[in-house]
């Protein structure tokens, strides 16, 4: 693939931008060790100070990966959007962006940063693609201790921690051991505040994925009509949001999450008022008013219910395995059928690989930059490397639904090690490609997927 080429119909990229981008992008494609920048510049010709220089200079990514999907024929297939967050460590107080986040790896909230990621999911293949790449805003949140407080006064001041100093709060104790135990009516988590820190997070990070979206919408529109998410962003904020980017959400929902049958429209003249509109609310426990298909091993029940938490009706699909576990599908979208919905939340999991490999092979996450500007430049740097990667291994692969990231980077690095040692011999590693030897050296150390 010329990635030259396709740089260059980005608008507003000067010249020195391309040139140092299609370097930049080769690079991510076969080193080796740490993707920080002193590391990258020891693999191609190009100075240190120029690559901080162009990394804190604003790109449009999203824009590249289009074009590099369109011209592989990747969005002439069925392509739905899906959007996640993962953890990033980072260490450090200067760094912008950087607040306490949920890691996965650790199970709890551990400080560094944390990218939302807007990618592509080919239905066909079965595989993700990065579209836009954006730090989650750092949170300037308290982190509230709440501790027994023993004194033998009646009043005491305790010290709550923040990220940037500390600020005191009465506490006014009554008898000499006391809790502070108040909840939040909407998450219940235990506070020591009048309004709720979590709450408000959890609303700024709506905010910020929304706007995300907004700013990749004139691409999303040309490709699809919905967005796959988890259940976190089973939020009334973030439903609405999408709908009015033009958007349908499929997403999961909590198992005790509230919904109503909806009645039939069948009038009663005999009796006065508003004909009714519901008819019972929903219990996972009874499945009798489904309807029940088979499909691929898993039985779903399908229905059209009425959701008070969103104010809108919605397809509803409760997913049961052969352990009768249930899981409780829901899609904005009435039109889909329940085998569709089903299969697009099943290819969200693909967003996960583009995580997985990006951290384990590309350098996700080993910037050494403090700037957000820098930050965001190498993430999507090394996401947009991972398509290209992706996208040439399907183009030369025989069957393209077998793909080893590590392989084919390997090989790319043995290329480029033959390549390099031929230049100094003042041979044309041209002439040699279709030898069988150099066929040998190259896939040195490849493995299978």
Known sequence: MDITSIISTIPK???????????FLRILCFFSGKANIKNLCRFGNIKIRTTHRQIQKMFKFNHLNYEMLKAQGVLEHKVVAAMDCSFLKKSGEKTENIGYFYDANQGKTAKGLEMSLLALID???????????KLSPGTQLKRERIAKIKTDR????RKVEEFDDYQEIQVTTIR????????????HHVIAHKSCSFCEKIESKIDFFLSQMNDNIEILNKITKHIVVDGFYAKHKFING???LNLDVITKLRSDCNLKYLAEAITKPSKKGAPQKYDGKFIISDLSRFEKIDHEGSILYSKLMYSPQFKRQLKIVIVQNAEKYHSILCSTDLTLSAQEIFRIYSARFQIEYLFRDGKSHLGLG????????????QNNACLTALNLLKLENRKHQMQPEVISIFSYKHQQYNEFLIDSVLSNL??????YKNQSWYTALKNLGSISA
């Open 123 to 133: 239905l066909d293949q079965n595989t993700a693609y990065t579209l836009d790449a």
């Open 13 to 23: 990229t000067s010249k020195p931008q391309i040139k140092f981008l299609s370097k």
């Open 154 to 157: 009646l009043e005491r001041t």
């Open 176 to 187: 000499k051991s006391s809790y502070i135990h108040r909840k939040c009516s909407q998450c």
């Open 426 to 431: 003042d041979k044309n590693p041209k002439f």
């Open 366 to 377: 080993d910037a050494q930059v403090r700037k957000e500007a820098a930050l965001n430049f």
């Open 242 to 244: 999408s709908k009015a």
